[in-house]
């Protein structure tokens, strides 16, 4: 194995049980730069210095004897000093395992001490600093591993990764076994040559920011995006398969990129008749599978973002607001698509969910800390039911949520029988239905209904026990929020949906905005620990447009403007995207956002702004709008993970354009407020465009236009090129 080899290749090796270069602990100690300089210590490596940093991933850490280091410029300069490696464990507070992982740790006295007396153990929160997040996967990708966090990661006092290996908590002290392999091997190598560590990471670095940087090239932009967009909506709907009930590449995340993409094209007039139409039924046929799933709670009405294998019956118990709020957007979406009540049912049902467990105290959203619970207190025997509801009353909820004597969960999910008997609960059957079958009216069944989930609300919770609550507001599920309710009034009409729309955006902008920059979270911490990045921008311009337009109030165009150009300023580089800002970078690669990997990408949103500014004739800064405009190819092949940008272009190049006249009738201009966000492109009438007072026109994407003054007239004008 080359020597430039050794340290990359550390995390693949540990996983097989090798030993590497057993010699390589006999190599001389060479001279560093700094001579023979001591090491020295400093004060602030002797405790643990995050509890005080926003989110779930520091408080969880309160009372950790690890001395955890912040993920800043100066906790690097005081390994150097100190001489040490760093030891970084990367968490995300959406993939709770690192609860599991991070006790595990922290009880364990020798293993602490071998942590805080060898390296400088810092603690990152791969949400906040996304930049971080994302290194992880193309590691994991190095080492040929899926991503899975938390991830250690040992890196030089230069910030350059060593060795790295995903963490699972499984058996008892499977993460000491796991650290000691690795520091086995790290230390000695480290004691006996840490110029030859320094120089061989330094080189591997070197070669990865070429590899980065190269990627905007592979995925070579689309000649012809207004048809490469088509074909990869068609792509999108074959992975469907109403046979086997299955989502090629959906992976274990709920689909509501997907959704909203399917839903886009369904809905879009300009797309070819056959490709809505595949579109209209690959939705219909995965709205069948999902909405009558465990994915959604009967007995609180959130959703689950992600399941434990390849079926929606068997959820990952685990919830937080960023998804919740992601998914009413895409549901409300569907509803518009679709017209079916059950669709309306449960994304209102998931936004009420969202609403009473993620609301802060000061009128925000928060993330959420769904601490790893036991699986089997989320299940239920069918005895259980019986014991907990009335005799008639469990009767009908066992038929209705499918539960069985010997379980219901499928053999895919639960392989080993671990969860013999078990139970998730889904409402299989419409509402109607089952109270078709008692006999009863809906209206009537409900009061019966709602009487036997609280039973079981209240049972379940006193499973659970308590759970802290997260009262710490946290921007990006804020700013989805807003876009929740925005899509909530469009999708019935109700002002109390766009009067939290733009109540919360207002305070978004008090709390997350300083001066013309953005927070992931109210209190100020280095950059490189909260500073907004590229995809907080994002979401951001995303918010204030979408309030903008279901409003009409300039002052949020504005603000999606400034956001817009102060993005273009802090992210735009020669020939990539940045995710992260210059002055909260501490690992120098060309980090950018360009595929789905947790959430949204940065590239789909940035792509998504461009178009719905420039139509408004507020067009990015040609530098910026050249890097967030291009259709990758790879989109074609893979769209599940490119479903934004799919999104994007197809708006770019298909869209109607609807301009306002002025002094609109109420009732027209609500209709246009109501028009699906993000699909259709709008901005007010100037004097050149010929729009009579009281009326809008409508240009569709072959050209032609139409005027409408009434909203039937409207609906009309839009549907003009669906019916041809």
Not at 614 to 637: D, K, N, Y
């Amino acid at each position: 194995m080359k020597a430039t080899m050794i340290f990359r290749r550390v995390g693949a090796a540990i996983l097989g049980g090798m030993v590497l270069l057993g010699g390589s602990s006999c190599r001389k100690r060479t001279s560093g730069t700094d001579g023979g300089a001591a090491s020295v210590v400093a004060p602030e490596l002797q405790a643990n210095t995050v509890t005080a940093l926003p989110g779930a991933v520091y408080c969880s850490q309160v009372n950790s004897p690890i001395r955890w280091q912040p993920w800043t410029k100066e906790t690097f300069e005081r390994a150097k000093a100190a001489k040490r490696l760093v030891f970084l464990v990367v968490a995300m507070p959406q993939h709770t395992a690192f609860h599991k992982v991070l006790g595990e740790m922290a009880g364990d006295a020798g293993l602490v001490a071998l942590i805080n007396e060898n390296y400088v153990p810092v603690l990152v929160d791969g949400d906040a600093a996304r930049e971080v997040g994302l290194l992880v996967a193309d590691l994991a990708a190095e080492i040929k591993l899926q991503v899975q966090l938390p991830m250690f990661v040992w890196l030089t006092p230069a910030a350059n990764p060593v060795a790295w290996i995903p963490v699972t908590a499984g058996a008892p002290g499977a993460v000491r076994d796991l650290f000691d392999k690795s520091h086995a091997l790290l230390s000695r190598t480290w004691a006996s040559d840490p110029d030859y560590v320094a120089t061989n990471s330094a080189k591997d670095n070197q070669a990865r920011r070429e590899r980065i940087a190269r990627r905007k090239n592979e995925d070579q932009a689309s000649k012809e995006p207004a048809l490469d967009v088509i074909k990869a909506v068609r792509q999108l709907t074959s992975l469907y398969d109403p046979v086997s009930r299955s989502f090629d590449e959906a992976g274990g995340l709920f689909p509501s990129g997907s959704i909203d993409m399917l839903a886009s094209a369904a809905i879009n007039p300009a797309v070819p008749k056959e490709i809505r139409a595949r579109s209209l039924t690959t939705i219909q046929e995965l709205l069948k599978d999902l909405l009558s799933s465990a994915m959604f709670d009967p007995l609180d009405g959130g959703l689950f973002s992600s399941r434990r294998s390849g079926t929606w019956a068997f959820p990952v118990f685990d919830r937080e607001g960023n998804g919740q709020a992601r998914a009413i957007v895409a549901l409300l979406r569907a509803y518009q698509v679709t017209r079916d009540p059950l669709v309306l049912e449960r994304a209102l049902g998931v936004l009420a969910f969202t609403e009473k467990s993620f609301a802060t105290h000061d009128g925000m959203f928060a993330l959420g800390d769904s601490s790893a619970t036991l699986t089997k207190a989320w299940l239920w025997t069918v005895e259980e039911i019986r014991k907990t509801l009335p005799p008639d009353d469990a009767t009908w909820w066992i038929a209705a949520t499918g539960m069985r004597g010997l379980g219901n969960l499928p053999s895919e999910a639960d392989p080993t029988r671990e969860f013999f008997r078990g139970n998730t609960l889904a409402l299989s059957k419409p509402m109607a239905e089952i109270a078709a079958g008692l006999a009863l009216t809906p209206d009537a069944f409900k009061p019966r209904f709602e009487a036997a989930r609280k039973i079981l609300l209240k049972a379940r919770e006193e499973r659970l026990g308590t759970r802290q609550r997260d009262e710490t507001a946290h921007a990006a599920t804020t700013l989805r929020m807003v876009s929740a309710y925005a899509a909530a009034f469009g999708a019935t009409g109700n002002p109390a949906f766009r009067d939290k729309a733009v109540a919360l955006l207002d305070r978004a902008r008090q709390t997350f905005a300083d001066g013309p920059q953005l927070w992931m979270y109210a209190a100020r911490t280095p950059p490189s620990i909260s500073a907004g990045r590229a995809f907080l921008y994002g979401l951001a311009v995303q918010a204030a447009l979408d309030v903008a337009d279901v409003t009409g109030d300039e002052r949020q165009l504005l603000w999606a403007e400034d956001l817009a150009s102060t993005a273009a300023e802090r992210f735009t580089s020669a020939d990539f995207l940045k995710e992260c800002p210059d002055d909260a970078k501490i690992i120098d690669l060309p980090i950018t956002d360009l595929m789905m990997l947790y959430d949204d990408s940065t590239a789909g949103l940035m792509s998504m702004a461009e178009c719905r500014l420039a139509a408004r004739g507020r067009p990015l800064a040609e530098s910026f709008a050249r890097l967030a405009v291009p259709l990758p190819m790879v989109a074609l092949e893979r769209p599940v993970l490119h479903t934004g940008l799919i999104q994007a272009t197809l708006v770019r190049h298909y869209a109607p354009q609807v301009l306002d006249g002025k002094d609109l009738p109420e009732a027209l201009k609500t209709a246009v407020q109501r028009l699906p966000l993000r699909l259709i492109k709008r901005r007010a009438a100037s004097a050149a465009d010929g729009v009579p007072n009281g009326s809008v026109k409508v240009i569709l994407s072959d050209g032609s236009s139409h005027l409408a003054a009434s909203p039937e007239a409207l609906q009309d004008a839009l549907l003009l090129s669906a019916k041809n």
